[in-house]
Nanobody, 113 residues
């Protein structure tokens, strides 16, 4: 019974930046991450971070994205810079706990001028 509250999505111009937030409650996490799904495509990993601080990024966002955790707020952040139209998708927060995986509702991100 993990509750996830996502925020930070919206419309942004190409080359712009945004920060996605996911606040989790209900259980201790082992890993938290952001995934995205564009229309007609499979859901894919964007970035993931373990409780120990290990990170993993998709090649498409590596170098322009940073995932981090605020343990005091139990919140994971995804800072994305130099946004491209191909970044347009619904972004989903995912939290891994001892009981399995938990998905957020999703927050849309649209990169367009």
């Amino acid at each position: 019974q993990v509750q996830l509250v996502e925020s930070g999505g919206g419309l942004v111009q190409p080359g712009g930046s945004l920060r996605l937030s996911c606040a989790a409650s209900g259980s201790i996490f082992y890993a938290m991450g952001w995934y995205r799904q564009a229309p007609g495509k499979e859901r894919e990993l964007v970035a993931r971070i373990t409780r120990g601080g290990d990170t993993n990024y998709a090649d498409s966002v590596k170098g322009r994205s940073t995932i981090s955790i605020d343990n005091a707020k139990n919140t994971v952040y995804l800072q994305m810079n130099s946004l491209k139209p191909e970044d347009t998708a619904v972004y989903y927060c995912n939290v891994a706990t001892i009981r399995g995986y938990n998905w957020g509702k999703g927050t849309p991100v649209t990169v367009s001028s």
